[in-house]
């Protein structure tokens, strides 16, 4: 059954997904290091401000496809340049083109070489992240999913640290990996249903069989973008290696193309398959929770830190997904956007402790704060958040997964409580030796504050914590009937007979 509505009259989509590319263009003919800058800060502000009126416009009374753009793209596979959004989709959309405008501010010092390039892959990056999560089309979809994975790893290996060639590589095999065992799904549904069309996907589910292994390939690849444990092993070191905006890309919106798939193809496509790897997938979950919050608790190089705080973020995340009820789905979302609200703030500021001491060693910036109150503040802000405290966004949403928990097993929410234990332990530990140090602090006595483009890279975030954090209707009501719909699509086909036992 399709739930695509009718096209709209002007194209949103198309117009965001493809803006990016043209301002990577026209940045090809742009002198001055100056000028490249502000074009494309200019124009990543322009593709976030026309992004907003999708959210005016969206009608979060219906799960169907909204904003819907259809043309013929290769008649003879069946292959459609299809788009549309529902409200699984539409705010990972808004957060990819909010974040792009502070990653331009996040790299306005720290970027010295080949300037113009590195602006280009941004560029670049932003309309593959936009195109993943607007396609309709299978193959439309990996085609996006694709073209970001050389800009990305072109953002490590070029401008990353004195590791980049190895963390590049070690990204680009990981996540190359995982694409051909998506793009096998994709073509055995293909054969299965008759066109790359997701909702026609949606709509024939195969035999209990198919979808196990239709289910495995999936899984398997997003596994690996998430990163779920135990394929994480490439992320710390992309995060380590890479330049600020790179590790703000992976972690705010790279991960959650990981968490989106198994949302768009594996619950929804393989119900059956869903349910015979449900437990499986939890206890994947609860290990990366677990894992990552001692492995976090056991860094004394920021980045590290918070890089393994991403795998038992993204715990949270999966695990809400495969409790398979409203709370846990909805909690999954909002912890996605969650994270990438504050672990992307957070490596904002490690990026601004190393332009300033050329280190991320906890030992090294030890009583930073003392120098520096504004960004002691930020940074005390975004850890609360990181550790889920009561008022700030990542509370909602760790909540709502805690609770879909509970209703699904009281001893599995047993299970994540040393997770939230460890996450106040390591972040907690991170502020305190930052913010105040002890008796032997490094001389920072001619370290400066946060000047007006570090605050106005991290302000717009700070707002979001709170609001999210006191006021999350706005968010989850976008939400509600598309998770429902997801859920009775997840859970229908099995009380109506549609599987066939493997």
């Known amino acids: 059954m399709s739930v695509s509505s009718s096209p709209d009259a002007f194209p949103w989509l198309s117009v965001l997904i493809f803006s990016p590319l043209v301002a990577a263009g026209i940045m090809a003919f742009l002198r001055g290091e100056r000028l490249q800058r502000a074009w494309a800060l200019v124009a990543t502000l322009v593709v976030a401000l026309g992004s907003?009126?999708?959210?005016?416009?969206?009608d979060p009374t219906t799960a169907a496809f909204q904003f819907v753009e259809h043309a013929s793209w290769i008649p003879a596979l069946k292959v459609n340049y299809t788009l549309g959004l529902d409200g699984i989709s539409l705010l990972l959309v808004l957060l990819t083109?909010?974040?792009?405008?502070?990653?331009v501010l996040a790299s306005w010092r720290y970027i010295e070489t080949r300037l113009r390039e590195f602006l280009v892959c941004l560029l670049v990056m932003e309309s593959a992240m936009v195109g993943v999560f607007c396609a309709l089309d299978g193959i439309l979809f990996f085609v996006f999913w694709e073209a970001m994975l050389i800009p990305m790893s072109l953002l490590i290996g070029v401008w990353g640290g004195p590791r980049r060639i190895y963390a590049a590589l070690k990204f680009f095999i990981y996540t190359m990996s995982g694409s051909v065992l998506l793009?096998?799904?994709?073509i055995a549904l293909r054969l299965h249903v008759g066109s790359f069309h997701i909702p026609d996907m949606m709509a024939r589910p195969g035999s209990g069989v198919f979808q196990c292994w239709v289910f495995l390939a999936f899984a398997?690849?997003?596994?690996?973008?998430?990163?779920?444990f135990p394929f994480h092993t490439w992320l710390p070191a992309a995060h380590v290696e890479a330049p600020t905006a790179g590790s703000v890309l992976l972690a705010s919106i790279l991960l959650k193309m990981g968490t989106y798939g198994f949302l768009r193809f594996c619950l929804p496509i393989t119900p059956y398959g869903t349910q015979v790897f449900m437990p499986y997938l939890l206890g994947l979950s609860v290990a990366a929770i677990t894992y990552g919050g001692f492995a976090a608790l056991a860094q004394n190089d920021l980045k590290k830190l918070v890089a393994y705080s991403s795998v038992a973020h993204m715990g949270f995340a999966t695990l809400g997904i495969f409790v398979l009820n409203e709370a846990g789905i909805e909690g999954a979302l909002l912890q996605m956007i969650n994270h990438?609200?504050?672990t992307g703030a957070l490596f904002i500021a490690v990026g601004i402790i190393y332009e300033r001491l050329h280190t991320r060693e906890l030992a090294r910036v030890a009583g930073l704060g003392k120098h520096m109150p504004v960004f002691a503040t930020f940074l005390g802000v975004f850890s609360l958040s990181s550790l889920a405290f009561p008022g700030t966004n990542s509370f909602i949403g760790e909540f709502l997964v805690l609770k879909s928990a509970f209703l699904y097993s009281p001893a599995l929410a047993l299970c994540l409580v040393p997770g939230v234990v460890l996450a106040a332990a390591y972040m907690l530990r991170m502020l305190q030796r930052v913010a105040y140090g002890g008796p032997a602090n490094p001389h920072h006595a001619g370290v400066k504050d946060l000047g007006f483009r570090e605050t106005m890279s991290l302000a717009p975030l700070l707002v979001f914590v709170f609001w999210i954090g006191l006021h999350p209707e706005p968010f989850l009501r976008v939400m509600h009937a598309s998770v429902r719909h997801l859920l009775a699509q997840a859970n229908g086909a099995a009380a109506h007979g549609v599987f066939v036992s493997p």
């Open 52 to 58: 907003l009126p999708l959210y005016w416009r969206f």
């Open 97 to 103: 083109t909010m974040v792009m405008p502070l990653c």
């Open 183 to 186: 793009l096998v799904a994709l």
């Open 220 to 228: 398997l690849s997003f596994a690996i973008k998430v990163p779920m």
């Open 340 to 342: 990438g609200v504050t």
